[in-house]
């Protein structure tokens, strides 16, 4: 406490113990006030479902998922504060572990699971497959990361400096002080909300800025392939400010990198040497048939270069495990205080068998249906989920960043071999594959996601026991309301290159594995210059997976994250820091507003349309008239019936009614952030 009576946060929380010293939590474990009430728990679960939707748009989208973790925080913040409540820190703790299983449930499923549908295996995907795999991966990064909590959580104290735990720590404080977050939030949320819903369903302007809309950005584009492209979006002009300038700078360098240098030399070779197919190529149609694969050469070295960046990690993570098996971690059961009460070691690891139990039905009678290919799923998920999950709680306690997905590509590589060893190949063994990978990816995703909550609550004297049980339940909604937005997703937009949702990670473990498991020839040469360029950037000090992203993504969907960071950048200069970092706070708010907003008002916007869409193939007619034009019932959607979509598509000003509307977004974002603090 300090001295006006307000909560704070220990004067050693953050530091190594000296000898003989405790750390004491906010709440003493001697203290009991409420955790879990149904009001924790029915705002938990809510936010579980709500930004689970959001955060499966903006990563199939752009290839980032936000965290979901602080915004959950502040909102939940927010109602407490609104609605009065005493005590209500730890219920706000409990709220946020159990949303916050949205974002890491998500991550695991959209890197593996949109693979299907982008291979032509949509029959192979369906509700009950995506369900199972984001569950028991969920499940069982919960279930191995228990034993070491007290060693990560406790026994480190001080050693790990957990940058995303602190980031919602001082967040949950905050809100104890009071403060106007949640007003900001929302705010900021509903303005980002609706520009993108009546973008997205009724088509009032463009959603993307291209040159190639006016007569001279063609014949610039048709004649050297050079073209400038940006989404008008909020939620990701927000992700950019997230992110700040310098990982904006990067990820765009590999988009012109792509885009405004190996774009246009394919055209000049094919203008000098008379190539007729290069010369008939759009840019859009030489990137995506030569330059993305250079990107996916890339994105995989990178990953590749994470994993053996973090060998020091993975080796102590290793020891860890081993010591945990022979019995040499500390497991302290039975009378101890309540701030280090973990469920029961006999349950859990009751809970563990069954689980995999599970996973080997799920992959016999539900993926593979033969005896000796489940047996060999079986072993690559415990093995593989065992080690890493050590591995991604200890990177994200150590740099705050877990490197699931160079992970998973691994698994991706390993499950792909082994499988086609014992016989299991083509489109069977591609499926398989995926959904060993989904599993495995969920796994890692939910350890390091879990240990951050772990931490948080450690810090402010939560009951371990209890985030842990009910981490199960947000786990559980998290993973239907995933595959349900998936669905519904690919029924509306579709995935990757030239749809609407790229699903970048998917798209690139797609292209990897479907050579290894079919033998169909692979553009080798293509992705091996990748691999280089993602060796050349790393020895000279450039975020080699920043890069890769970049070169991967297409150029309209990288262009908003860096004006987002130019926004941050000009938002906060000032003469002082404290004014900085006043702004910077601010900014951050606003920023996650619009992700939040425009995300989450992105899903709902392809739920209308999925409606539509669906009556529409139910109705007794097959045309329609509109604007003149005769248009299919299977087509029928809002965005026909009360949109100007044919006016948006084909008039030079409906470009230009774009680019203003973002540009309003982003005076707003800066006009905002500054008038935090005065300079």
């Not at 730890?90 to 299983?101: P, T």
């Not at 992705?527 to 991967?552: E, H, K, N, Q, T």
């Not at 680019?659 to 500054?674: D, E, P, S």
Request: proline residues 4%; aromatic residues 12%; glycine residues 12%.
């Amino acid at each position: 406490m300090d001295v006006t009576g307000k909560k704070s946060l220990p004067e050693n929380a953050y530091r190594e113990l000296k000898p003989g010293e405790e750390f004491v939590p906010v709440i003493p474990a001697n203290k009991i006030v409420p955790e879990l009430t149904p009001y924790s728990l029915g705002w938990g679960l809510f936010y579980a479902v709500l930004f689970s939707a959001a955060c499966a748009y903006l990563g199939l989208k752009i290839g980032q998922v936000f965290e979901a973790a602080i915004p959950i925080t502040i909102l939940a913040i927010g109602l407490s504060s609104a609605r009065g409540m005493k005590d209500s820190l730890q219920q706000n703790v409990m709220i946020q572990s159990i949303g916050s299983a949205s974002g890491v449930v998500v991550a695991g499923a959209i890197f593996t699971v949109p693979g299907l549908y982008i291979l032509g295996l949509d029959e192979q995907a369906g509700f009950f497959r995506i369900f199972m795999a984001s569950l028991l991966g969920g499940f069982l990064g919960i279930l191995f990361l228990i034993p070491f909590r007290r060693y990560f959580v406790k026994d480190m104290h001080g050693e790990f400096p957990f940058p995303e735990a602190t980031a919602s720590t001082e967040v949950l404080m905050a809100g104890e002080a009071g403060g106007d977050q949640a007003k900001v939030l929302i705010q900021a949320g509903l303005i980002g909300g609706i520009y993108n819903f009546l973008n997205g369903t009724f088509g009032l302007w463009r959603e993307n800025f291209t040159t190639m809309t006016f007569n001279w950005g063609q014949k610039v584009g048709g004649s050297i392939k050079l073209e400038f492209r940006m989404l008008v979006d909020a939620a990701v002009i927000g992700l950019g400010y997230i992110v700040g300038l310098r990982y904006a700078l990067i990820i765009a360098s590999g988009s012109f990198m792509a885009w405004w240098v190996i774009v246009p030399a394919f055209g000049y070779i094919g203008k000098e040497f008379g190539v007729a197919e290069l010369q008939a190529m759009t840019p859009g149609d030489i990137f995506t048939d030569y330059v993305r694969h250079i990107g996916i050469g890339t994105i995989a070295m990178a990953g590749m270069l994470g994993v053996w960046k973090s060998r020091s990690i993975i080796w102590g993570a290793f020891q860890l495990a081993l010591n945990e098996i022979k019995g040499g971690g500390s497991k302290a059961e039975g009378d101890v205080e309540r701030t280090q009460r973990d469920l029961p070691m006999k349950l859990v690891s009751a809970m563990m068998v069954v689980t995999i139990i599970v996973v080997f039905v799920f992959f016999w009678l539900g993926v593979t249906h033969k005896l000796s290919w489940a047996i060999a799923g079986l072993l690559i998920v415990t093995v593989i989920a065992f080690l890493f999950t050590t591995v991604a709680a200890r990177a994200i306690a150590i740099v705050g960043t877990n490197p699931v997905s160079g992970m998973t590509l691994m698994t991706l590589i390993i499950a792909s071999v082994i499988l086609k060893s014992v016989g299991l190949e083509g489109d069977e063994g591609i499926v398989a594959a995926l959904l060993i990978g989904g599993v495995v990816c969920t796994a890692l995703s939910m350890s390091g996601g879990f240990i951050s909550d772990l931490k948080i609550g450690y810090w402010l004297g939560t009951t371990p026991a209890v985030q842990q049980r009910w981490k199960f339940l947000g786990t559980i909604v998290s993973a239907a309301a995933v595959a349900g937005v998936i669905m519904v997703l690919d029924n509306v937009y579709g995935f990757g290159a030239g749809s609407q949702l790229e699903a970048p990670q998917a798209s690139a473990m797609a292209a990897v594995i479907q050579p290894l498991m079919t033998g169909e020839p692979a553009p080798w040469m293509l992705y091996m210059g990748g691999c280089f360029m993602a060796l050349i950037l790393d020895w000279v000090g450039v975020p080699a997976r920043a890069f890769a992203l970049g070169m991967y993504l297409p150029l309209h969907l990288n262009t908003p994250i860096l004006a987002g960071g130019l926004v941050a950048y000009f938002s906060t200069r000032a003469r002082t820091e404290e004014v900085a970092t006043k702004r910077k706070e601010r900014g951050t708010l606003i920023a996650s507003g619009f992700v939040a907003g425009g995300a989450i008002m992105g899903v709902v916007s392809a739920f209308v349309l999925f409606v539509g869409r669906y009556f529409a193939s139910r109705a007794e007619w097959t045309t329609t008239m509109h604007d003149g034009t005769l248009v299919e019932a299977s087509d029928w959607s809002l965005i026909h019936v009360i949109g100007t979509h044919s006016w948006v598509e084909e008039r030079p000003e409906s470009a230009v009614l774009a680019l203003v509307m973002f540009i309003g977004l982003c005076v707003y974002m800066n006009y905002a952030a500054r008038s935090a603090a005065k300079d």
